[in-house]
């Protein structure tokens, strides 16, 4: 069965997510732990985790994975960010150990201006230096559209990550980052392209999390900005391919496309399974 969801708000407390995620017919979500703009968050308390984690079990809305904020660069030159980056990151660890999640995915940084290599390698030894936490979760490594500094946006800097980090690593693919980073999937017969290059440069089975989004921004633009599913540049014929992949239909699907007059996200997931083949 496919693993459907969004990226939902915790506006209203954690424990609403359940509730909204079944409102609008998903069965897999995503979420931040607090405010994504903000440096000063404090971890989720051991009563709310607990909590959370008891309705986690009891609800068929799996898997959930925790969005780090926006701020954190790894990769920055700058000892105080870094540093900052690093602690921002490690309580999100213990947010996810206490609330049972066993996903965090994060955008892994953004080299500004130095060499991509060295922004890399600070990447890895940022992760490395988080020594004293012992828990279960795993580090997704989103890969990113490419704008800018921005690092991650190849399969080879992704594989470069997972070799050479100490943690429980895996990749989340976002389709719209890989669209505009210019790995088309627009069809079938590129969406297999691109995934056996993924397969021989990373392996699959480090794919643990999907976002499928459209791409306002055109092939191999280094865009990042989402579309609604099929009204975008990836465009219909890319999702049903997507959607009933032999292999990526087994992979947890998390859309976090925007909510305007064109459409909602009940819109978005009824249009999507709209397309899945039975
Ligand atoms: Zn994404
Ligand atoms: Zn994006």
Redesign the pocket.
């Known amino acids: 069965m496919h693993r459907i969801g969004f990226h939902i708000s915790v506006a209203q407390g954690f424990l609403k997510v359940f509730d909204d995620a079944k409102t609008l017919g998903a069965n897999c979500c995503q979420i931040f732990t607090h405010s994504p703009r903000s440096w000063a968050f404090n971890v989720v308390s051991e009563d709310i985790g607990k909590l959370f984690k008891i309705a986690y079990e009891k609800n068929n809305i799996k898997p959930i994975v925790v969005h780090d904020s926006y701020l954190p660069n790894l990769a920055s030159k700058d000892c105080t960010i870094r540093d900052k980056s690093i602690d921002s990151i490690k309580k999100e660890l213990i947010s996810c150990n206490r609330m049972g999640i066993k996903f965090l995915n994060i955008h892994p940084g953004s080299h500004k201006g130095q060499n991509k290599k060295e922004g890399l390698k600070q990447i890895c030894e940022s992760l490395n230096s988080i020594e004293d936490y012992v828990g279960d979760v795993t580090l997704l490594f989103?890969n990113?559209?490419g704008m800018g500094y921005v690092l991650g946006s190849t399969f080879e800097e992704l594989k470069y990550l997972l070799d050479n980090t100490n943690f429980q690593c895996g990749v989340t693919l976002?389709t719209?980052?890989l669209f505009t980073s210019g790995y088309d999937i627009s069809n079938s017969d590129a969406l297999e392209n691109t995934l056996s290059n993924f397969d021989k440069t990373v392996g699959l089975e480090c794919l643990k999390i999907i976002?499928l989004?459209d791409s306002q921004g055109e092939f191999n633009s280094k865009k990042?900005?989402?579309e609604h599913i099929g009204l975008g540049n990836i465009g219909q014929e890319g999702f049903k391919a997507i959607v009933n992949h032999e292999y990526l239909k087994n992979i947890p699907m998390i859309m976090?496309t925007p909510v305007n007059e064109k459409r909602g996200d009940k819109e978005n997931i009824t249009f999507l399974k709209g397309m899945i083949k039975t």
Request: hydrophobic fraction near 0%.
């Open positions: 989103e990113t559209s976002d719209c980052h976002h989004n990042d900005r989402h976090e």
